[in-house]
């Protein structure tokens, strides 16, 4: 049938209509979405942030731990946030992420209108279009994305209002540098910074181009494409290598490098930020406990009020060397580890594991005791719930976790009474170590316990324990310093009695030495090589117990409530390594004392320095003092009972093999040290010197019954002196830490004579021939 004009002309008044129906929606349309933009921009929705706030973003900062060598050691935060500067990036790193996350970066002004079409056209199948800009707008003022679609089109509109703001008031530089120092990485890294020391132990700036890519990987999603987390590492990998194409896409890499990269795996050097975990945990808490004391004073002039720890991004420059905590904490680990193997097989035979000594109602009151003190108890108590109750749920079985040797990680789930858990628990040997340099004070390495998650109390400072025979030297020392002894002169270590009312004593006090042999005549130095109590009790006659006290106290280790007694001859005070090591550090140092220096200086979120340490120093001991003492201990290393740092006679030994750690060590250099063990093996000490550093180390049950029966095993030469035979052996492998092997310096006028052959002309005797072996008998007993 024809068409009529009529008809035609009907169509085309259609087409018309609907061409002009289409534009006044159209029109309509962007004009709803204009308005929408206006009343975003007019704050009809919500405040928008306004210039001050897009300048300096509310953002906390986390403050940093970096140790002598320039490593990240821990971080006080809320947020694990610490910045990096731009040029602090490596160039592989931008390109990575401009290549990846947005292409056009570089050309547009906040808004990609190419990638945003395409998104539209495609419903988003074809890629996104959030440029780095607006995703730096969504981190800063996105709180959470609506599910609701209206909200969420005015929260869209918000951040492309911010996003232009932010372009016109940052560079590109500045906003890439943003955006990488506000994304989470999950696992408490927040921003590139934090991320890159933790997941490779790494400055940003030292990031490989395939460990650049992982990180950038990670940008898309951190959890589902995490190197980290063993369900998403084939992911991460994938994804990364997805970032190489994307850098061969856009000309950042030749196709050859991206095959190679490609075929490497992922290879992380993970760190935790956990307070918990990672390096120098007991450390970082000690550092806490100083920081929030110091910071109370200390008023920031930006909030005109004191710093906060959390997030006012300070940065905490220490004097523990990274390299060294490290070899430490393996010492420590390795040898723990082995010896409490060895004393849980032990205990198999003990009816009343893990006590010794004790009756069945000592161990009532002291589990009882233990149970009082736990944290357990002290929670219940304060949401009142009743003595009875709380006593029977220390009876119940419950999920737990607990500390583990043998288990991955150290911990494993199982299920016990809360009271079977606290005998468990005190079944474990402890310990403490701390390495200082003795001409600065400054604190090398520092490991509280066998681990902070489980273990909190830390055995460097806050512990007290008997010293045994490391408290020795003191009173050789004094003995030197008043009486002008040489470590040449002998004594008849014949059984010596201190009698009633002498020197405060209540009651004649005859101190034994455990092997029982008596009637030798023997140099000093022989007699604290050989810890004879006996001797020690004719010194201490001889100066008496005053002097020596004043000594120590000279020497920094704490006198309040020592006891001015003949006994302390044989370290019955209770003293902590940490004032240990600063007071040996005085006889390595030519009798200068220095306060044990921890952090070095403080620098504020701009780098200024608010805080700078002065060294605390005084002379306290006679050069001649000092170094005669050294003299006399490097006897405790050639024939006594640290003398298995220097041979390798016992390397078939079941006994070495099994308990000594790292055996043999075969030390040639001087070695100034003494070994301690206290009544029933209790304590385990060994404090050991070269000239540049002093280390000394403690083990032992946090319950004195907890110990060893034998003193082979308990004695501080087995428990202790394995820890820096092994952390020396790590040390001296490390030629950059320049751990000195030299001889310790001698006084140009030294009047004391030091050489026993010349020493014995000079009283007018034939030189004694030195019949003298290493004494590294399992039968040691340094205090009785």
Not at 209 to 226: C, I, T, W, Y
Not at 699 to 724: C, E, N, S
Request: glycine residues 6%; hydrophobic residues 35%; negative net charge.
């Amino acid at each position: 049938m024809a068409v009529t004009k009529a008809q035609i002309a009907t169509e085309k008044e259609g087409k018309k209509k609907n061409v002009s129906l289409f534009w006044k929606i159209y029109a309509l349309g962007v004009g709803f979405i204009i308005l929408m933009f206006l009343l975003a921009a007019w704050e009809v929705f919500g405040d928008l942030p306004d210039h001050t706030v897009l300048e300096n973003p509310q953002t906390e900062l986390a403050t940093e731990i970096v140790t002598a060598d320039g490593k990240p050691l821990g971080s006080f935060y809320n947020d694990n946030r610490k910045p990096v500067k731009f040029d602090d990036l490596p160039t592989h790193l931008i390109d990575a992420l401009v290549s990846t996350e947005d292409e056009r970066f570089w050309d547009h002004s906040g808004i990609d209108g190419y990638g945003t079409t395409r998104a539209v056209a495609y419903l988003g199948t074809a890629g996104g279009a959030s440029t780095i800009t607006q995703q730096l707008a969504k981190l800063y003022f996105t709180d959470q994305a609506s599910s609701n679609t209206f909200e969420r089109l005015i929260q869209k509109m918000r951040e492309w209002i911010i996003t232009s703001r932010l372009e016109q008031q940052y560079t590109k530089q500045e906003i890439i540098t943003q955006y990488l120092n506000e994304f989470d990485f999950i696992f408490q890294a927040i921003g590139i910074r934090s991320a890159s020391n933790i997941y490779f132990n790494k400055e940003p700036i030292q990031l490989s181009v395939s460990e650049s890519a992982v990180l950038v990987a990670m940008l898309k999603n951190p959890r589902q494409f995490n190197p980290h987390r063993e369900i998403s590492k084939e992911k991460s990998l994938n994804r990364r290598n997805q970032v190489f194409f994307q850098m061969v896409r856009n000309g950042k890499m030749t196709e050859a490098v991206k095959d190679s990269l490609s075929a490497i795996p992922i290879k992380i050097d993970y760190t935790s930020a956990d307070h918990n975990e990672g390096m120098g945990t007991y450390f970082r808490e000690n550092l806490r406990s100083w920081l929030t004391d110091w910071a109370k004073e200390k008023i920031n002039p930006e909030t005109d009020k004191p710093y906060n720890l959390y997030n006012d991004g300070l940065k905490i420059n220490v004097t523990i060397d990274y390299r060294m905590q490290k070899m430490a904490e393996e010492a420590v680990y390795a040898h723990m580890e082995r010896l409490q193997a060895e004393f849980d097989h032990q205990m198999t035979r003990n009816k009343t594991a893990p006590f010794t000594d004790l009756t069945d109602s000592q161990i009532e009151n002291t589990m009882k005791s233990a149970m009082k003190r736990s944290v357990r108890w002290r929670e219940m108590k304060r949401k009142g719930i009743a003595e009875t109750a709380i006593i029977k749920s220390f009876s119940i079985k419950t999920d737990m976790t607990i500390f583990d040797w043998k288990a991955d990680y150290r911990e494993r789930d199982t299920i016990m009474t809360p009271m079977d858990s606290i005998r468990y628990y005190k079944q474990f040997l402890h310990t403490g170590m701390m390495s200082l340099e003795p001409q600065t004070g400054h604190v090398k390495a520092w490991v509280g316990g066998i681990n902070h998650k489980h273990f909190k109390y830390d055995h460097v400072e806050l512990s007290k324990r008997q010293a045994g025979s490391t408290f020795k030297p003191f009173l050789y020392s004094t003995a030197i310093d008043l009486l002008h002894y040489s470590p040449c002169k002998e004594y008849s270590d014949g059984e010596y009695t201190i009698a009633a009312g002498k020197h405060g004593n209540t009651n004649d006090w005859t101190p034994k030495d455990s092997n029982g042999d008596y009637g030798n005549i023997m140099t000093l130095q022989e007699a604290l090589a050989k810890s004879k109590n006996t001797i020690s009790a004719r010194l201490m006659d001889e100066v008496g117990p005053q002097p020596v006290v004043d000594r120590v106290g000279q020497l920094g280790i704490d006198i309040e409530n020592m006891d001015v007694v003949p006994s302390l001859a044989l370290g019955t005070a209770d003293v902590s390594l940490y004032q240990m090591v600063a007071a040996y550090g005085v006889f390595a140092n030519g009798g200068i004392y220095n306060k044990p220096v921890l952090v070095t200086s403080i620098e504020d979120k701009n780098g200024t320095v608010i805080y700078q340490y002065i060294p605390e120093s005084k002379d306290v001991m006679n050069p001649e003092t000092a170094y005669v003492t050294v003299n006399l201990m490097e006897g405790v290393t050639r024939i006594g009972s640290g003398a298995r740092l220097r041979g390798t006679w016992a390397i078939n030994d079941p006994f070495y093999k099994e308990v000594i750690t790292d055996y043999p060590y075969d030390f040639k250099n001087d070695i100034a040290g003494k070994t301690g063990t206290t009544q029933n093996n209790s304590d385990g000490w060994f404090m050991g010197m070269v000239p540049n550093l002093v280390t000394g180390v403690w083990v032992g049950g946090d319950d004195r019954a907890v110990h060893f029966a034998r003193t082979k095993y308990g004695q501080g030469a087995t428990m202790a002196l394995p820890i820096w035979g092994s952390y020396m052996k790590r040390i001296y492998a490390d030629e950059t830490l320049d751990i000195s092997k030299e001889p310790f310096k001698k006084p140009e006028d030294l009047s004391i004579e030091t050489d026993c052959e010349a020493y014995q002309r000079s009283l007018g005797n034939d030189p004694l021939k030195d019949n003298s072996q290493p004494n590294d008998s399992s039968n040691e007993l340094d205090m009785i």
